[in-house]
């Protein structure tokens, strides 16, 4: 896929003659703006919001990303569960939390005379259900890609023509995206998912998955081209018990595979 120039251009028109703040995650998105961001930007900060939501694996990622853009990375921890009812899980836990990161973020580029908040979403992620998008714009924090009209493939390419390592990465998500709504959330059950991934990985090499809990039934979802690591008996014992080790009482594999939004789907039932 060739680099829709025209669209990156508007990018460009953007940020060229500012100081921006840009909230970095060492995703995809928030890598090729953050690259976007070097190259016309007046002044360039990257920040990454630590919490109990973001996996381990994410966190080494952004650093090592940003060492590889040679820019500062800022990091400072957010107690997430402490936020309003977030650690309830309720519908609009998007909104209060997207809410209380652009007021963190904007703070934080205050501090640093920066005139700028800038973000990654991308026009693919506008299908669904997207109350963090309301919060953003609410609090007044820039979308470039949205504005141009850019979509993940279209980052892809960029990144691929870019030498950006981070051009194939599966896209990530905050682990709340793991619990149903109004589910209780704990920093036990946050570590134990965040475990439990890690060495599925390890153990399949997968890129795209997700650990869904649902009380006692952890249901996995796998990119429906990579679920034929996981046919091996030896691999779902291994994974069976690692489950179990880390007490979750029964260990499913999702027929349908893995898709975005899947805790949305209950809301859709007729």
């Given at each position: ?60 990622n952004a650093k090592s990303v940003a060492s590889e853009l040679e820019l500062d990375l800022d990091v400072i921890d957010f107690d997430w569960l402490s936020q309003g ?168 594999l999702d027929m349908k595979g893995y898709r975005s939004g899947a805790m949305d789907e209950p809301l859709c039932d007729d």
């Open positions: 896929m060739a680099v829709d120039e025209s669209k990156f251009e508007i990018v460009r028109d953007l940020l060229t003659g500012h100081c921006v703040l840009v909230a970095f995650s060492g995703g995809v998105d928030s890598s090729v703006l953050a690259h976007n961001a070097k190259r016309w930007a007046k002044e360039v900060s990257l920040l990454l919001v630590s919490s109990e939501t973001v996996t381990s694996e994410e966190i080494e009812n977030l650690a309830s899980n309720p519908i609009d836990r998007c909104y209060q939390c997207k809410k209380a990161l652009a007021k963190l973020w904007k703070e934080r580029a205050n501090e640093l005379g920066l005139d700028m908040v800038v973000e990654g979403t991308t026009a693919t992620e506008m299908s669904g259900r997207r109350p963090g998008e309301q919060a953003l714009r609410e609090e007044g924090i820039t979308s470039p890609f949205l504005v141009a009209e850019l979509t993940k493939p279209d980052l892809r390419a960029y990144a691929l023509e870019h030498n950006l390592s981070i051009a194939e990465r599966p896209s990530m998500a905050c682990l709340a995206t793991r619990f149903p709504y109004d589910t209780q959330i704990t920093k036990n059950l946050l570590r134990k998912i965040d475990e439990f991934e890690e060495k599925i990985r390890e153990f399949t090499g997968v890129g795209r998955l997700r650990a869904r809990y649902h009380d006692e039934i952890v249901r996995i979802e796998v990119a429906p081209e990579e679920r034929d690591a996981f046919f091996d008996k030896r691999i779902l014992d291994d994974i069976h018990q690692i489950g179990k080790s880390l007490g979750f009482q029964y260990i499913t």
